[in-house]
């Protein structure tokens, strides 16, 4: 399967390319890291960039203070523009991310600048040490960057999908921070690979040394490196908004509902009952001899089973998206 984005050309010249997010670009250098990646490409961007720490798409339009960051859009001086919203946004405020992204679109089609939803990575949990993204909150971020690619009619670099595959795949080899949110040096490699990439339409196939001039950007071990390149590369590869939803709506299907839950929900329920019904828990976590298993359910909802020390569900709570959470007592049913 071909990659679907074709915009440079052999030897193309350098593409203005302008980034507005907030600490997830702005940690470790992601506009300094994407261009130097580029320059070793065939097509070379030369990357800005406007942040502010944890400023959501919205915020950069409506408050006066960073009324530059419309400014520049206006400028008319980029050929891209890279759209990256509050990392939480997109997951539990899916209408203020789709709202944004129109208003930057329309924007950016008035100064013929091309739009790339930056759809960002999950939240980790972290239980023995161990990291682990928040499904959940990747399949909500990814929808709403989807659809709001669809209407809009603009593309996406899926870094939050690459993430999801490399923690499949590498789950001992970390992409977060200790913080559960940032990345660490890896992850910022990996998005700048799967940003390049949905800009070229080409598989990222260069050195992890980076370099801007004489300027050291980032050094990523060679081999590190090319696994990293190989998931951004396998990601990108056939990769589109539409196709996504597609899948994903068939994998909701399949999700049992909330109805469906509370329906055969008893008393002295057993947690492999309740798996009958959900499937396998995508999270366990042990707490003072006290277990908490977390599921899927459909429309993007979660649940969580509080379970005693013989795995017996006494507590269940459910949240769906646009929905008020719901708190059930499964031991006084």
Known sequence: MMFTVLSCAIAAEEQRVLIIGNSYTFYNDLPNVLQALSSKTKCPLKVESYTAGAMSLRGFLDDPQHAKA????????YDWLILQDQSQTPAYKPDETMDSVKRWAAIAKKHNTKVLLFLTWAHASQEGGKMTPLVAMQEQTSTTYCKAAVENKVKVAPVGEAWAKWYQKNPNKELHLDDLSHPNASGTYLAACVIHASISGKPVKVSGNLKLGKQAIMRVPKNTAKELQAVANATVKGFTPAKYLE??????????????????????MSIEELTEITGKPILKSVNDGRTTYQFLIRNGGEMAAYCNSKDIVENISIVVPGKPAEIIDVSKL
């Open 247 to 268: 899948a994903r709506e068939t994998a909701d299907a399949a999700k049992p509902s909330a109805a469906d839950v509370k329906a055969k929900l008893h008393k002295g």
């Open 70 to 77: 419309k400014q520049l859009v206006e400028s008319g001086n």
